[in-house]
């Protein structure tokens, strides 16, 4: 399932991901003062990578959510940019597992995306049964997301890793929520949880890289 890059190239595709994406140092700069400390240039890289893509996801999130909330004309351009989040997050993981890993974490990830829209449209319409049926559909493609990527990873456990997607939904659905509500300081507090926990994600899938290929890291 799993096949192997050549470390210039998998620097090379990482690098590429962060080029002129100054929210990426941003990230970099928010955990850690902008250095990587003793850790090696691979590493940093990976780190800093890992970061932006997983930033990216929960701001394109956020997007999403204000635009189909608020019923915006953007909302199908905010879906399509977070649709492509999905799939350079499983190009990246590609750089590692190979193409067909990453192309089954994509799918899976664009599931997850779907399924939120799923449950901010019932939630949205207030209704309850919908809205039961879509969580509980969106809480099983998280348990999917962590078997993959504990199968993938034995750095990954699959019950870290379950935690943490739950995590990350029971977050998103606060800032969903209170978004719907009106209630715009809860909004606000809702992301910046949300946005500090994909981080810790982020940073728990580069060390178990990091622990997988330390040749390469």
Request: with cysteine; aromatic share 8%; glycine share 6%.
């Amino acid at each position: 399932m799993f096949g192997v890059v050549h470390r210039h190239l998998l620097v090379s595709l990482l690098l590429t991901t962060v080029t002129g994406a100054a929210i990426g140092y941003i990230v970099a700069k928010r955990w850690h003062g902008g250095s990587c400390g003793a850790i090696s240039s691979e590493r940093c890289t990976l780190r800093t990578a890992m970061r932006k893509l997983w930033a990216d996801h929960v701001i394109w999130t956020r997007c999403y959510l204000i635009s189909a909330i608020a019923g915006l004309e953007d909302v199908s351009v905010a879906a399509e940019r977070l649709l492509k989040n999905q799939d350079d997050i499983g190009a990246a993981v590609a750089g590692f597992y190979g193409a067909a890993a990453g192309k089954k974490l994509a799918q899976l990830l664009r599931e997850h995306i779907m399924g939120a829209t799923e449950v901010v449209a019932a939630a949205k319409a207030k209704n309850t049964e919908a809205l039961n049926k879509a969580d509980a559909k969106w809480h099983e493609n998280a348990r999917e997301i962590a078997e993959f990527l504990s199968k993938a990873n034995t750095h990954w456990p699959y019950q870290a890793m379950r935690d943490m997607m739950n995590e990350h939904l029971a977050l998103t659905t606060q800032e969903a929520v209170a978004r719907i509500g009106k209630q715009w300081k809860e909004d606000v507090s809702a992301f910046d949880t949300v946005f500090d926990q994909i981080l810790v994600m982020a940073d728990h899938l580069t060390d178990g890289i990091a622990a997988q290929f330390p040749d390469r890291v």
